[in-house]
């Protein structure tokens, strides 16, 4: 059965802190790993990664997939209390269209 | 544009009503999912669409019962549930039903069974 664990499960920083957060994975034919955030509604995309693809920046979120270690990170640099959220992975394998999430981590960003 | 619409936002329901969740979606997508989440848990797959044929069901009870009339538009009707159904249901869809395809959410349905 397809495994993601994210670590830490919650996390309390400052305003300018720098984060990063850790999925791993144990999955059947990996095909893809993807970082949402998601407030209070529906989670909101922010990378994919692939074997093609293990790298993405955008502003000041990061990501990383080390397919050696079956993990990813997600660094948020200079941290905002507009980050405050819940930091969801997830991974696709096989079984087309299905992806299996990690717990989430919460971070909260105080001023 | 990536958005996925959701009705109603919020809906309360004996456990002998028959309600109906709705999702629309304008992106040209052939993939569309349901998932409920549980307050502090992660979201659960429940269904997939692919080209508006039923793809997975994740051993759903029959109490939730899906459907999608078109390429643009998924349902979920429900009837007899119970309270541990509460939860929210979020709509996703992606350009085909394929792992390495985004899966967009919808804003969800906060649903609350009394």
């Known amino acids: 059965e397809d495994k993601v664990v994210q670590s830490p499960l919650s996390l309390v920083v400052h305003e300018g802190d720098t984060v990063t957060l850790n999925c791993s994975y144990e999955?059947?034919?990996?095909?893809?790993l993807l970082w949402y955030k998601q407030e209070k509604k529906a989670p909101t995309f922010l990378f994919m990664l692939t074997s093609s693809g293990i790298e993405k920046k955008s502003g000041r979120l990061s990501s990383i997939l080390d397919k050696k270690e079956l993990s990813s990170i997600l660094n948020i640099t200079a941290t905002q209390t507009g980050d405050s959220a819940i930091y969801l992975c997830?991974?696709?394998?096989?079984?087309?269209?299905?992806?299996?999430f990690g717990q989430g981590t919460i971070l909260t960003v105080h001023p | 544009d990536t958005e996925v619409t959701q009705t109603p936002k919020h809906l309360v329901m004996g456990m002998t009503n028959k309600k109906s969740l709705k999702c629309e979606q304008h992106m040209g997508h052939r993939a569309m999912y349901w998932y409920k989440q549980k307050a502090k848990k992660p979201p659960e797959l429940m269904f997939v669409y692919s080209y508006e044929k039923l793809s997975i069901n994740e051993s759903v009870p029959s109490r939730f019962s899906p459907e999608c009339p078109n390429s643009s538009l998924l349902n979920l009707h429900l009837h007899a549930l119970q309270p541990e159904d509460s939860a929210l249901y979020l709509c996703?869809?992606?350009?085909?039903?394929?792992?390495?395809?985004?899966?967009?959410f919808g804003p969800g349905t906060r649903l609350t069974v009394l």
């Open positions: 996703a869809s992606s350009q085909e039903e394929a792992s390495t395809d985004t899966q967009y």
């Open positions: 997830a991974v696709g394998g096989t079984s087309y269209g299905k992806l299996t």
């Open positions: 999955v059947t034919n990996f095909r893809s």
